[in-house]
């Protein structure tokens, strides 16, 4: 990623009609110290690629005109402007130009996002893109080598942020990825875009130009020439969102051009370690493809769903037209904050990356730093060759450590974003079966939709669910399969490629070798004088250097020849089978046009996937295998040319010279034809060598490709052995003690579908856990094994120490265990046993599933608790209450017999005229459970019309001795899992009514305590009516009585208490007003009676304490 910046503003006062025309060029950074890593991770249709940050802090050259410097793609940003100073206010007219016309340097470059500052400005006329805090946000797909592409907008000026004289500097800055490297792609930088407005009080139009890099640029940069290749490059729009899937085939034939590149120049050292990034960003792309179809295929069998249910004749049409569109307004919705949180955790990650990349960065150069300076003062001390060898180590180390630092950082925040992305991903599904269970439920209160309708629509989309998984975990093991079979086979291509230049070297090099060993044969015969010999070794090895030089430039000018040729048919052989598929899928329009069977569309689905997947990876195999075929040819072709000018070298040039200075012609004629003989010997040897490692790679590639057959097949039965879990946990939850009302069971079947949509595993993501996983064991070893290093190096220096005396023998001593300590430190890096960390790896990949899988079991048992608790605390508040009323009516009861308010006897006439009320509300409850009871038995017996159903008996005797048993034994099995499937289901259907009328149940028995419980507060304020309790204390006794009730709760009860005597209960005032001798007595008794509830409730609770109730049985 780059940003493009000036350092600082300067006047602008020139005329953009006299502005001299500039070369458009990037301000990158071509050091590779000042670059930042880190991974810009796309969304769901982009791939992951790495890119690097250009720095910030170019110094400016005094020659404004000529200080940019050319980028390594010739990709380049410009932003120019004018601004009409006539009409008030001043309008800013703005363009932005994206170059990429260099024809030498020019590539395809992919994923193209423009910030653009916008502050002080208030834009008139733009094309649409969002803009926030002050910064407008553009993004392109793809922009083609050779093409640019130019964005206008107009903006009013803000008299807030203008004055005479005012710069307003507005940065613009564009990240991209190339399709002609991997790794590191380089991106460019707009550094400063400057508008300088200056009011002045001339009156003609004063128009100011604003640069890109300090460049001059003609505003006639627009020209008919430019419009014309506009007109071409419109189809590539700017895209509005970063979530539309519609051309992620396209974008994955553009990365596939990348494999050329690999194939082509990369070197033969690093073409693996490219090919893994290759890989990971096509994992990506796999996983933005899968999660679009993913979400394509549950928002039409929502459809479908609905559709199928208007035939059914259980919804209106008018209603399914509403709640369609409900769900189509809904899902844009979803989209568009998905779109919104993915750019906040981009911006987020990408400062933490960057912050986390300066410090890492900052702290190696510090190291590094110190560690020459120390070098540096060892050097003034000895002046001498061990100096300079002990430097070049040095320096080899600190590459070695900056390489593989900076190696560990990007695949770090490769992490990062991929996790990222991941729980995009998951979030997206979430709001998907969120958006379907909330309209279900809305919908089912407005009386849109029936409950037997709303169930029947549940159940259907939780089966319709569990296929949809299946149908991704086939597709999903499909893909990998099929991209780990493509990258297998380009590992076999790149080990052949590898032995082609190991073939080509040892051949131009034997070539090579016998211009000088003809000389050096010569000499030793005695026919060549040795002062001729120096001079001729010196031409040979010039003309020796010019021929390898020439053979290098020429491959690698006919490889970006036979790249273009390549390229072009590739793409034109892809996009043709891309035009193929798609016309195949748009020939199955509307589902529901084709079928209203959602399980034949999602079948077609699979099937046509499937094929379209195979057939595309049998063309990339043949296009891969072509282009490697090709530049087998063209490297043998460049090969056999060079030998031959070795030879004209040789004869034409080297034998003349000898004949000329009296060497035997007869001997010379010989030895020449002695190095064509031991060229053809060695030409046969690497033929042969070349077969045998060829017979061993394509042996490496059937077994590979076997072991992959047999992860496909070990991969589709592990999965289905989660989803067969998935279904496990689900039954096992239904038949737990549960009592859930419809809504209840409603938000858990949410809850279940949010979870097991987490189950399956993206692609990309184990590989790039594994990376850095890697990276870290690696690293952990690493320090490890520098640690001890370093301690021994402290121990040796501390023994030759004590042991030497001079100075100078002392510092070369010191040096020579610099020297070995280093060595040592550099062999750590190079000699990484890997076999072990691969090990470790698996296993820790293997936890970190068995963990998330536990995690998702956890979190479903926490919901079905919590659901579980909040029914108990009711239950728990409910009783609680009611115990504490039994305790005021009992405290009451014996306040009226002992103050002789009332006799024995009229106190049990009290109770005896309560419970015939009491009686009446049992008779009730019991009516409501028998009708209950006959309810459940109904609603299982119209389960057995399943058993009844299925037609197996009338159907087993229909035999045929013309059909075969082959067929009547696929129709019974068949027929054996459509009942096994109907009977789980009758099963399903069963528990889910089972707790349902659970739940009603409780809600009755719910019901009756309530009734009970205001009967039993009626009674409670009849009493506290006879007795006169005073309020304050019958307040006090109610908190003794609730400890767990809040106040307002505990205010309820004793309102309710009040109520119902009529408001005779005394307050502590009057009690306290009172001169009476019966009432002081009865304030007594009162005193007395709450002391005495107050010392029960104390020893109760106190015997419910083991220790003190052993203590007080001794």
Known sequence: MGCLGMAGPFPLAMWANKAPHQPLTSAASDNQWSHSLFALVPSWTRKILFKRESDLNHQLLEDVSNMSVSSEFGITLQKCGVVDVEHDPQTAYITLVINNTNTLLSTNITDLILLDNITGLRIQKTSGNTTTDGVQIYRKRFLQGGEHFVINYSALLDAKEMWDGRILTLPAKLTFSSSSQIMYSHAITASGFFIAFFISLVLTCAVFLIIYRTQIFKWSFCSKNQEIQH?????????????????????????????????????????????????????????????????????????????????????????????????????????????????????????????????????????????????????????????????????????????????????????????????????????????????????????????????????????????????????????????????????????????????????????????????????????????????????????????????????????????????????????????????????????????????????????????????????????????????????????????????????????????????????????????????????????????????????????????????????????????????????????????????????????????????????????????????????????????????????????????????GSRNRNKLDILKKSLQAKILIYEDLVKDENLNKIKNELQLEKEHHLRDLENKLGEYIASLAFQKTVKKSKMLELYTAIINVQAMLFEQLSTSKTLSKLECIQILEAHNPEIEELDRKLEYEMLHKDSAQQHLISRQRWILDGLGLSSEAVETNAERHVTVLLRQAMNKCRQFINLYQQSLRDEQWNCVVLENLLENIEMDAFLAIYSQELRLAGYLAKLTRVPMGMLHRVLNWLLPSSSQSEVLSVLDSINKYSDGVVDSDSNADESGSCRKRKNQELWQAREKKVRQDLINRSLEKIPSLKNRKDR
């Open 231 to 807: 007109e071409l490059s419109q189809n590539h729009k700017l895209e509005h969102s970063q979530f539309n899937s519609g051309d992620l085939f396209s974008e994955d034939i553009i990365m596939n051009d990348q494999i050329i590149d690999i194939l082509s120049f990369e070197e033969p050292g690093n073409m693996l370690r490219a090919l893994e990034d290759l890989e990971v960003a096509s994992l990506t792309r796999a996983d933005a493809d899968l999660e679009a179809q993913r979400t394509q295929i549950c928002k039409e069998v929502i459809g479908m769903m609905l559709k199928n249910m208007v035939l059914s004749h259980n919804l209106f049409p008018h209603v399914e037209k509403k709640i369609s569109s409900i769900f189509k307004k809904r899902f844009l919705a979803m989209e568009k904050e998905i779109q919104e949180e993915y750019e906040r955790k981009m911006v987020a990650l990408t400062a933490e990356c960057n912050l986390e990349t300066k410090k890492k960065m900052e702290a190696q150069c510090q190291k590094a730093r110190a560690a020459n300076e120390e070098a540096e003062e060892l050097m003034k001390k000895i002046n001498e060759k061990p100096a300079v060898e002990y430097r070049n180590l040095l320096d080899r180390l600190h590459r070695l450590d900056q390489d593989h630092l900076k190696r560990f950082l990007l695949v770090k925040q490769e992490e990062y974003f991929a996790k990222a992305y991941r729980q995009l991903a998951v979030t997206q599904r979430k709001e998907l079966h969120t958006i379907f269970f909330a309209q279900i439920t809305n919908a089912t209160l407005k009386g849109e939709l029936k409950l037997e309708a709303a169930k029947t629509l549940v159940e259907g989309y939780s089966k319709i669910q569990g296929d949809i998984e299946e149908l991704m975990d086939f597709l999903q093991a499909s893909r990998k399969y099929h991209l780990n079979r493509r990258f297998s086979y380009r590992e076999y291509l790149i080990s052949k490629i590898q032995l082609r230049h190991s073939h080509v070297s040892a051949l131009i090099n034997a070539a090579a070798t016998q211009i000088s060993s003809l000389l050096n044969k010569m000499e030793r015969a005695g026919h060549l004088p040795e002062s001729h010999l120096g001079m001729l070794l010196d031409r040979a090895e010039t003309e020796i250097n010019f021929v390898k030089q020439k053979f290098d430039h020429d491959l690698k000018q006919e490889k970006q020849k036979l790249r273009q040729k390549l390229i072009t048919k590739r793409r034109r052989e892809m996009l043709q089978k891309q035009k193929e598929h798609q016309k195949e899928q748009l020939s199955f329009g509307d589902p529901f046009k084709t079928t209203n069977d959602i399980t034949h569309y999602l079948r077609h689905w699979k099937d046509l996937l499937s094929g379209h997947t195979i057939e595309f990876e049998e063309l990339v195999e043949k296009l891969d295998n072509e282009a490697s075929e090709e530049l087998k040819e063209l490297l043998f072709s460049l090969t056999e040319k060079a030998i031959e000018e070795f030879k004209r070298v040789q004869c034409g040039v080297f034998v003349q010279e000898l004949v000329k200075l009296n060497v035997p012609k007869l001997f010379l004629l010989e030895a020449v034809e002695e190095h064509k003989k031991e060229m053809a010997v060695k030409h046969e040897q690497l033929e042969r060598e070349e077969h045998d490692k060829s017979m061993a790679a394509e042996e490496l590639l059937q077994f590979t490709r076997q072991k992959l057959n047999q992860e496909l097949e070990t991969g589709i039965s592990e999965q289905k052995k989660l989803r067969s879990w998935e279904r496990s946990v689900f039954m096992q939850l239904l038949s737990l003690p549960l009592s859930l009302s419809e809504e209840e069971l409603l938000r858990m079947r949410q809850e279940l579908h949010c979870c097991f949509s987490q189950v399956d595993s993206s692609l990309a993501w184990p590989k790039i856990r594994a990376r850095t996983l890697l990276q870290t064991f690696e690293m952990e070893q690493r320090d490890t094994e520098m640690l001890k290093v370093d301690q021994n190096l402290a121990m040796t220096s501390k023994q030759q120490h004590s042991k030497m005396g001079k100075t």
